[in-house]
């Protein structure tokens, strides 16, 4: 199995190179990158021991949050100082709060997150990748609304470490 940090580690490696594309297979895994441009950016394929896939929920414009001027200048500071650390999106997918469409989102906005508290789940290929917090802290902010889209390197999450 990959670990987020070796599948970072490689797209790092992939766009620093020449290479177009890399395919690697272990243990039943495979992972494919392809450079930007090509249809599929990232593609981690394997057979899903539960089935939880909720229906993605439809987001329009207006679900786009704004945010007050003086806050945003707060956060850019807090960040500008170290306080704030950004929790990013590993992949292309679709970002949910919760496992399940019944069940509590695993963390809002006051919560408490150790490196390993479980933030949300990134679907891409039918796969449910669970995304770690990977520092202690306080969440902040959500940045993104339950069933949208995430590119990689998109913030999902403000944390006051």
């Not at 690697?24 to 950016?41: A, D, M, R």
């Not at 960040?79 to 992949?91: A, D, F, N, T, W």
């Amino acid at each position: 199995m990959f670990k987020l940090s070796e599948i970072k580690e490689l797209i790092r490696l992939v766009d620093q190179s020449n290479l177009q594309e890399l395919e690697i297979q272990n243990e039943g895994y495979k992972l494919y990158l392809k450079k930007p441009g090509v249809t599929e950016s990232l593609l981690v394929t394997h057979t899903p021991a539960y089935q939880a896939a909720p229906a993605p929920a439809a987001v329009s414009a207006e679900a786009v949050r704004s945010e007050p001027a003086q806050e945003k200048e707060s956060q850019a500071k807090q960040e500008e100082e170290g306080q704030l650390h950004r929790i990013v999106s590993p992949m292309v997918g679709t970002y949910y709060y919760a496992p399940t469409p019944d069940a509590p989102p695993f963390v809002k906005a006051g919560d408490r997150v150790t490196e390993k508290t479980v933030v949300c789940i990134v679907e891409a290929m039918k796969l449910m990748n669970e995304i770690e917090a990977e520092v202690k802290g306080e969440i902040v902010q959500v940045l993104v609304e339950n069933g949208q889209l995430v590119e990689y390197g998109q913030p999902l999450f403000l944390v006051r470490v």
